[in-house]
């Protein structure tokens, strides 16, 4: 079965850097639209990032310049580097697989506060 396993979340100071990382397993990554998505207290979850399995990438305005997500299909695994981080990049973080975010992780949260 579809298995997704999210890392790296984790307390920083307002402006600082995350990495975070999703490792898949139980599917032929290459084949899949890999997205971030978060979810901040008392808030819809919404897009944060998505990369085709091209390549192509798409984000979110709010995280445009500042998030980058990538993927490394030798290793099964997509990240989003975070930078310039500020308190409304507070959420749970979670790894999606598939066009129609059809595979969920368990998530990790994200806290960006001083």
């Known amino acids: 079965q579809v298995q997704l396993v999210e890392s790296g979340g984790g307390l920083v100071q307002p402006g600082g850097s995350l990495r975070l990382s999703c490792a898949a397993s139980?599917?032929?990554?290459?084949?899949?639209?890999m997205g971030w998505y978060r979810q901040a207290p008392g808030k819809q979850r919404e897009l944060v990032a998505r990369?085709?399995?091209?390549?192509?990438?798409n984000y979110a305005d709010s995280v445009k310049g500042r998030f980058t997500i990538s993927r490394d299909n030798a290793k099964n695994t997509v990240y989003l580097q975070m930078n310039s981080l500020k308190p409304e990049d507070t959420a749970v973080y979670y790894c999606?697989?598939?066009?129609?975010?059809?595979?969920w992780g368990q998530g990790t949260q994200v806290t960006v506060s001083s």
């Open positions: 999606a697989a598939g066009a129609g975010a059809d595979y």
């Open positions: 139980g599917m032929i990554f290459r084949l899949y639209t």
């Open positions: 990369i085709s399995f091209g390549g192509t990438t």
